[in-house]
T-cell receptor
Framework: AQKVTQAQTEISVVEKEDVTLDCVYE???????LFWYKQPPSGELVFLIR??????QNEISGRYSWNFQKSTSSFNFTITASQVVDSAVYFC??????????????FGDGTTLTVKP | NAGVTQTPKFRILKIGQSMTLQCTQD?????MYWYRQDPGMGLKLIYY???????DKGEVPNGYNVSRSTTEDFPLRLELAAPSQTSVYFC???????????FGPGTRLTVT
């Protein structure tokens, strides 16, 4: 069975601080996808990034970066120089890439990030 | 592109009433999903579909039904509404082989 753990329930930082959101996953599959989604206070859910299990390259997009390490089954998300607009609930998710359950994502419980001015 | 649309945005139901939550996507995605999100909680999968005519249960299917007669539409039916079904319902879609999900704006349902 798959499992995604986001151990940090809530994080509070002051604007311009860097913050890392942790995500640890469990799966027996060798081929899978990992995702991060953002849910701002307005409530919509927005896809941020997908990472293939074969690709351990870190990804950077502006102030956002993602560190994928298969050895520790982690897919952590760092926001550099945080801003108030980064305040949201962030969900990590895992999906099999092949097989009967392909496309059926397992979500973590989310981390609520509050960035104070 | 509208993406994933859901109607209605808000609804109040009395206990025992029934209703259908509508979901439509215009991205020609194979996969569609229904989730519920209770206050302060994560997403729970109710039903999903890998293509027209194919549906499968998720984690919390009791009290709900779905159908998928077209690629675009994936309605969720609530029969005999109960207060425990008070939640925000999200519909999502994804493409085979990529699987990142695109979500609708949600329907906030209250059962009293």
């Amino acid at each position: 069975a798959q499992k995604v753990t986001q151990a940090q329930t809530e994080i509070s930082v002051v604007e311009k601080e860097d913050v890392t959101l942790d995500c640890v996953y469990e799966t027996r599959d060798t081929t899978y996808y990992l995702f991060w989604y953002k849910q701002p206070p307005s409530g919509e859910l927005v896809f941020l990034i997908r990472r293939n299990s074969f690709d351990e390259q870190n990804e950077i997009s502006g102030r956002y970066s993602w560190n994928f390490q298969k050895s520790t089954s982690s897919f952590n998300f760092t926001i550099t120089a945080s801003q108030v607009v980064d305040s949201a609930v962030y969900f990590c998710a895992l999906s099999e890439a092949v097989g009967a359950n392909a496309g059926k994502s397992t979500f973590g419980d989310g981390t609520t990030l509050t960035v104070k001015p | 592109n509208a993406g994933v649309t859901q109607t209605p945005k808000f609804r109040i139901l009395k206990i025992g009433q029934s209703m259908t939550l509508q979901c439509t996507q215009d991205m020609n995605h194979n996969y569609m999903y229904w989730y519920r999100q209770d206050p302060g909680m994560g997403l729970k999968l109710i039903y999903y579909s890998v293509g027209a005519g194919i549906t499968d249960k998720g984690e919390v299917p009791n009290g709900y039904n779905v159908s998928r007669s077209t690629t675009e539409d994936f309605p969720l039916r609530l029969e005999l509404a109960a207060p425990s079904q008070t939640s925000v319902y999200f519909c999502a879609s994804s493409n085979r082989g990529a699987y990142e999900q695109y979500f609708g704006p949600g329907t906030r349902l209250t059962v009293t």
